[in-house]
């Protein structure tokens, strides 16, 4: 995956539970995953799954599109 995008995600990820007022540890807990792989998530290290995406999106609320920068009818 292009760097600059992996980034973006990860920014987008960020803001989405900066938002959300929910605890890095209990999306962890939520996912199924480590909190150490949250903060990977969000350094842009590593990105979620698809199915952790989806959880994600559900957990904070969000769309895929508003993480994944996908923009309609363009």
Known sequence: M???LDLIISENIKREIEQ??????EIALA???S???VSQ????????TLA??????TIL???ADD????KRGE
């Open 2 to 4: 292009d760097k600059n």
């Open 20 to 25: 959300s007022g929910i605890k890095k540890s």
């Open 31 to 33: 996912l199924g995953v």
């Open 35 to 37: 909190r150490a792989t």
């Open 41 to 48: 998530y969000l350094s842009g290290r590593a990105q979620p």
């Open 52 to 57: 952790n995406l989806s959880k994600l999106c």
């Open 61 to 63: 609320d969000c769309s």
């Open 67 to 70: 993480i994944l920068c996908v």
